[in-house]
């Protein structure tokens, strides 16, 4: 049996932050959501991306410089604080099983590194009735475009998103562009999960009356959306006509008078549940019918168990 003492404590307490730190790499290193999403550091309680209506494109420089001004959508991205905890009992450390203690810990860990991914995902499943920056629905079907490069004239409409005729009960898969800095999605940091102890019975009410010791993680994060045109949402079927459809009305797309966005999908999204349909599209060479597959890996497939 081991004497509690503040030095055994504060061995104790650097072994678990080394143990959460490790599993928090490990698992950080599989999350999906640097691959899709612009990370964005955050130095105050919200930020606000103004800048999201309008991007200016190169044009010949011939006289003055043309200055076009942004748009001012004011969309606002607020931080929220999220926790976990788990409390170790007394006699665990007295009776040396501080093993069940660290797998708590990295459990703890991977859950933070993995947190992320979770609101990626919410962002892409909810899209279809979350608002963004152009004042409709992320995903939906009368995006506005304006006829004139400064954002007047004639407002005619874009979708990008495929609701199946209004059949949503099947499983919605995601196609992104996720090549340039600005992405469709958004993941904003205000800080880096923080690894929290509580342990002495003379300061902590919870440690003197319930015998545990306490180990939590402390993260100030939170998602929103970006670019509703580098993202796009089907209930379709998916195979390689619905793939095709979903890919050339990406890449038609246009802004404010009519110049091209350039767009290019690089990502394919999917839950669980359309793991077989996505590799069948995009990563066999050959159809059944033994004819060349024209998606061969037109995109990279991404399987995320958060949309399941």
Not at 145 to 154: F, R, Y
Not at 162 to 188: H, S
Not at 224 to 243: E, M, N, T, V, W
């Amino acid at each position: 049996m081991a004497m509690i003492t503040n030095a055994l404590l504060q061995a104790l307490r650097t072994e678990l932050r080394r143990e959460f730190s490790t599993a928090y790499e490990k698992m950080r290193a599989n999350s999906f959501y640097r691959d899709v999403a612009m990370i964005v550091p955050s130095t105050t309680q919200s930020n606000t991306y103004d800048w999201l209506g309008d991007f200016p494109e190169l044009i010949e420089w011939v006289g003055d410089r043309v200055i076009k001004d942004m748009k001012e959508n004011g969309y606002q991205i607020t931080n929220r604080t999220f926790e976990g905890t788990v409390g170790i009992g007394r006699s665990h450390i007295e009776d040396d099983n501080v093993g069940t203690s660290a797998a708590r810990v990295r459990r703890m860990a991977q859950s933070a590194a993995e947190h992320p991914d979770r609101l990626i995902a919410e962002l892409l499943k909810n899209g279809q009735a979350a608002l963004c920056f152009d004042g409709q629905n992320f995903f939906d079907t009368d995006h506005p475009v304006a006829a004139n490069h400064d954002g007047t004239g004639a407002v005619t409409t874009w979708s990008n998103y495929d609701d199946n005729g209004g059949v949503t009960t099947t499983p919605a898969w995601y196609l992104l562009d996720a090549r340039t800095e600005a992405k469709g999605l958004i993941f904003q940091e205000r800080t880096r999960p923080e690894f929290e102890s509580k342990e002495n019975p003379g300061s902590s009410d919870h440690v003197f009356i319930k015998d545990q010791y306490l180990y939590g993680v402390r993260y100030r994060c939170n998602a929103g959306y970006g670019f509703p045109h580098l993202a796009y949402k089907s209930h379709a079927a998916l195979d390689g006509d619905s793939l095709d459809a979903a890919i050339a009305g990406m890449m038609s797309l246009t802004g404010d008078g009519g110049r091209p966005l350039g767009i290019t999908p690089t990502h394919l999204v999917v839950p669980p549940q359309l793991r077989a349909a996505a590799n069948q599209t995009v990563k066999v060479m050959l159809t059944t019918g033994g004819a060349s597959n024209a998606n061969y890996e037109a995109v990279e497939v991404i399987v995320t168990p958060w949309l399941a």
